[in-house]
């Protein structure tokens, strides 16, 4: 079992398979980075998978693909399957702003997929152009349309920002529940990298959606980053609320990103690399490396204070 310093289990592991993506959001990556990791330096995904099935066996049993955009990372379905034939129980997800789905889908379910998260802000076309800075919403609901057709489970994910999409949350709620896909309203945190917008807080987002529904809390499973919530006919939608004091007390999460730093916390810059080791096959050096940087994972983000993380939000995967 994976413990860090604060004595919170640590068993879900988010892989940021790549950087690139092929959106521009406004909140994560508004413009080109001025060099992209070169390929050469990207983790394969044999390597990775090393450092995954020491993870298994260490005590991690949920498992995120994300990026960047996970879909632009060639044979993506070959590491779902590895990962998905090594550990079928091993609760495995990606999460893809849907651009390529309608062409990848059927290749992720057959490789083992069963979870995936689609990025979701609008379901305005010019909205959507000014956020991902891109005509890209008619082929983000095709991919919608086509991972459910396959049969995969969908989860989407909206960032409410004042005067950009926040007049849509009754809207996306409604299509989502209606679709039988679960919402998940996610506080934009402030970060360097993203252009200056204002986010929605918890109570703000709640309030819209109180002047037309009535609902209550669910009691939040552990560990989960998101807050249920209840409609009276039972639909359920999720805010995440990293601004909350408590949202870090039982943060079950370590993050990988594609050049091999394992990363303890989103907000914060600390990182430590198990490339070289990796690439040694040193799997048992890899696993101290982890270890180490659990027992130096923060206790807390800091987006409830004034400050802007200055980690982006295209390198540690959300
Ligand atoms: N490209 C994929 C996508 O957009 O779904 C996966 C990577 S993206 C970094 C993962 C999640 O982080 C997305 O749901 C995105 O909306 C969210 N995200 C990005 N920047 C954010 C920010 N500044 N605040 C809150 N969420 C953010
Ligand atoms: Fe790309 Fe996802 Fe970031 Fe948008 S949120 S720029 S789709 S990585």
């Not at 690139?20 to 959001?25: G, K, L, P, T």
């Not at 909140?27 to 995954?52: A, D, I, Q, R, T």
Request: with cysteine.
């Amino acid at each position: 079992m994976l413990i860090d310093g604060f004595n919170r289990k640590v068993d879900y592991l988010r892989i940021s398979v790549t950087e690139r993506c092929n959106f521009r959001c406004q909140y994560c990556m508004p413009e080109k980075p001025f060099s992209w990791v070169p390929h050469e330096n990207l983790l394969s995904f044999e390597n990775l998978f090393l450092f995954v099935k020491a993870s298994i066996d260490e005590g991690i049993n949920k498992i995120r693909l994300t990026g960047g955009e996970p879909l632009l990372r060639k044979d993506l379905h070959t590491f779902i399957a590895m990962i998905h034939n090594y550990a079928p129980d091993v609760d495995l997800a990606i999460t893809t702003n849907g651009y390529l789905l309608r062409d990848y889908a059927l290749s992720l379910k057959e490789a083992g997929l069963k979870r995936i998260n689609i990025s979701l802000d609008t379901l305005n076309k010019e909205t959507a152009h000014y956020i991902a800075q891109k005509d890209v919403l008619n082929n983000v609901l095709d991919g919608i349309e086509e991972a459910n057709r396959v049969g995969l489970k969908i989860k989407i994910n909206c960032v409410p920002l004042k005067g950009v999409n926040d007049m849509e949350i009754i809207t996306l709620l409604e299509y989502c529940k209606r679709k039988g896909y679960e919402i998940r309203f996610i506080e934009f945190m402030e970060n360097i990298h993203a252009n200056v917008m204002k986010g929605l807080d918890s109570s703000e987002i709640q309030k819209i959606i109180a002047s037309k529904y009535t609902f209550t809390k669910v009691e939040r499973k552990n560990g989960s980053p998101s807050q249920g919530y209840i409609l009276e006919d039972g639909y359920v939608f999720g805010i995440i609320e990293p601004h909350l004091d408590s949202f870090c007390n039982d943060c079950n999460r370590i993050r990988l990103t594609a050049e091999g730093y394992l990363i303890p916390c989103l907000y914060f810059e600390d990182a430590l690399s198990i490339a070289d080791a990796i690439k040694a096959k040193n799997i048992q050096l890899a696993v101290e490396i982890l270890k180490t940087v659990l027992q130096n994972k923060p206790e807390k983000n800091k987006w409830g204070s004034d400050n802007d993380s200055t980690r982006a939000f295209y390198q540690t995967g959300g």
